[in-house]
């Protein structure tokens, strides 16, 4: 069983269009998060949700909405698409006790 | 504000040989240190971390690393480098041990490590 998925992995879309990236995990997590990973592989945290509050939100523009309808799940919704936004986007998880974040595999967005 | 610098976004190293991948930190309280390892595509692991017990942490694959105060570092080693090591390896910092809350992980822009025959 996957602990975090991420559904899809790859994303291919004209600039302009509305998209949406899902994550899911099964490891009972109450916290969960959105990374960024850009093409010289910088990570950056974008937003972070614990048990379905949004907690941290880091100077995201305000074209990408997340959204946590249960604990296990955290979704990642962008509008108007611009160029800039092409990069690998990470959901991750942690548990309250742990500093271990547990990440999906990623889902590699590319903006034409 | 916390940061770290992870000196070398390249290395290569001969199968065998020392692997040393170089981290220093910037934290005005206590920092807690991890290194993380990314496969190609794939997320990110964790491979250890310091949460102010021992100095000397092992973690998983036969990496360990050292939190060095004195040096603000916190180097990651392995005695003998094996194919399977080469990755993009992290080092990250955060305020406190956990990650629940409102506590953060940053990470540092990745080390390339290279391992040849």
């Known amino acids: 069983d996957t602990a975090v998925s991420q559904t899809p992995k790859y994303l291919v879309t004209q600039m302009g269009n509305d998209k949406s990236i899902k994550c899911e995990q099964n490891?009972?997590?109450?916290?969960m998060y959105w990374y960024k990973q850009d093409s010289k592989k910088f990570l950056k945290i974008m937003f972070s949700?614990?048990?379905?509050?949004?907690?941290i939100n880091e100077t995201v523009p305000n074209r990408f909405s997340p959204k946590s309808p249960d604990k296990a799940h955290l979704n990642l919704h962008i509008n108007s698409l611009e160029l800039g936004d092409s990069a690998v986007y990470f959901c991750?998880?942690?548990?309250?006790?742990?500093?271990?974040?547990?990440f999906g595999e990623g889902s590699r967005l590319t903006v034409l | 504000a916390q940061s770290v610098t992870q000196l070398g976004s390249h290395v290569s190293v001969s199968e065998g040989a020392l692997v040393l991948l170089r981290c220093n930190y910037s934290?005005?309280?206590?920092?807690?240190l991890f290194w993380y390892v990314q496969y190609p595509n794939q997320g990110l692991q964790l491979l250890l971390k310091y949460t102010s017990a021992a100095t000397l942490v092992k973690g998983i694959n036969g990496f360990e690393a050292e939190f060095k105060k004195s040096e603000t570092s916190f180097h990651l080693t392995k005695p003998s480098a094996h194919m399977s090591d080469a990755a993009e390896y992290f080092c990250a910092v955060s305020r406190t041990g956990l990650t629940g809350g409102g506590n953060k992980l940053t990470f540092g822009t990745g080390t390339q490590l290279k391992v040849e025959l």
């Open positions: 949700y614990n048990n379905k509050e949004l907690i």
């Open positions: 991750a998880s942690s548990p309250k006790t742990s500093g271990e974040l547990f």
């Open positions: 490891l009972g997590h109450d916290t």
């Open positions: 934290s005005s309280v206590p920092p807690y």
